[in-house]
């Protein structure tokens, strides 16, 4: 058998004779005054079943079958969170100041209805978060995802809440509560400082599940790479390039970066630039924009945009055309394109239209100065061989 020390019997027996004092009290109090005693009594039963009542009338009243989205399911959820213990307190601490009890049986009810009060009202803060978060999440198509941010948060809530509630106990009940503040402030710094990045990580996976920049499934592209998110986790984020490796990113460096969602894309903007020869008559190039426009709006799924003449380049004339494919798929863009392609090939060798291509002429000069073009000799050279 362990002997108590001598620092701990003074407190063993400081209590137990605290206790003793209260049933004394209570039962003197019962013997002299019994109708008082039996009224106080009768009033805290009958108070307690009132509002134990009230309880359960309204959480009927509100029906079950409302989600907490709404205002009813809300206030239903945090109406059936309330305790009985705490009813009960509520109910003898009411009573005791209203009718004159012995002043040890009254602080007695007081740090009961502190307690409770300090339990019950964690417990009401809790819910309040997590309606709130349920609330977030009532609508979200990926659930899965966000249960995992749900439960981080739950452990967080429930640590915060019960500490605050075992601080406004002990502080109610007469303990200096200076040191065990500061002690959990320095040891909430020294834990914060040697998991920093760990803290960080956490914090930028709640902000990537809340915020929804992008979720598992999308295609993303940051710094040069680009690929298929597969899952997003407490620390980093996976994502299956499009070569086929598996990239894994720390959360917080993922969201110093700016990131793409290609899978947000609701329609693509293609610009294209061609080129042909100067040699081109003047009409048909003031021509050759509507018959691009043409050839683009009997695109499907394509919606044009504009079509100019707009440069004179070193060896050609150059076009730019712009048209946006409405559907956001990446494959259904290149066909369009090379739909495209394909039909001003197909129209300018009907308007015989040529193409450029990097090329130089050299041009010889007369005694005189004058420039003689090569092209009719070389072509009469070529009709007499």
């Known amino acids: 058998m362990i002997a108590a020390t001598p620092a701990a019997a003074p407190v063993h027996r400081n ?36 509002v134990f009542g009230l309880r359960w009338g309204l959480v009927r009243l509100l029906g079950k079958d409302y989600p907490v989205t709404t205002w009813r399911g809300f206030a239903r959820r945090i109406i059936n969170r309330t305790r009985s213990p705490f009813i009960a307190a ?38 309040i978060v997590l309606a709130v978060l349920d609330r977030r999440a009532a609508d979200r198509e990926d659930a899965g995802e966000f249960d995992s941010a749900i ?19 002990l502080d109610n009940l007469g303990v200096n509560v200076t040191a065990l503040v500061a002690g959990l402030g320095v040891g909430g710094i020294a834990i914060g400082l040697a998991a920093q990045g760990i803290f960080s990580d956490l914090f930028a996976a709640l902000a990537i599940l809340f915020d929804r920049p992008f979720r598992v499934g999308d295609v993303i592209s940051y710094s040069g790479n680009t690929g298929r ?69 009997a695109q499907p799924d394509v919606r044009f945009d504009r079509a100019h003449f707009f440069n004179f380049g070193a060896s050609s004339l150059d076009f730019e055309f712009v048209f946006f494919v409405t559907r956001p798929e990446y ?10 392609c394909l039909g001003i090939m197909q129209r300018f060798a009907a308007l015989k239209v040529e193409f450029a291509y990097p090329t130089q002429t050299t041009f010889t000069a007369a005694p005189d100065g004058t420039m003689i073009d090569p092209r009719p000799v070389t072509e009469s050279a070529g009709d007499k061989g």
């Open 90 to 127: 509520l109910s003898a601490y009411l009573v005791t100041h209203v009718i004159e009890a012995p002043p040890i049986l009254q602080r007695a009810v007081d740090v009961a209805f502190i307690i409770g009060f300090s339990v019950q009202g964690a417990i009401w803060l809790r819910e």
């Open 331 to 340: 494959e259904v863009m290149m066909t369009a394109r090379q739909n495209v």
């Open 15 to 50: 209590l137990f004779d605290k206790v003793v004092n209260l049933w004394g009290d209570v039962f003197g109090w019962l013997r002299a005054d019994s109708s008082d005693a039996l009224i106080a009594l009768a009033a805290v039963i009958g108070f307690y079943f009132f």
């Open 151 to 169: 439960n981080i948060i739950k452990v967080l809530v429930n640590v915060v809440v019960w500490i605050l509630a075992l601080i406004l106990i």
């Open 229 to 297: 998110v597969e899952a997003i986790g407490l620390k980093t984020t996976r994502i299956r390039a499009l070569s086929g490796e598996q990239l894994v990113m720390a959360n917080t460096k993922l969201l110093e970066q700016q990131v793409s969602n290609l899978r947000r894309i609701e329609e693509r903007r293609v610009i294209m630039q061609i080129g042909i020869i100067y040699q081109t008559p003047p009409d048909v190039v003031a021509a050759l924009p509507g018959e691009i426009e043409a050839i683009i709006t």
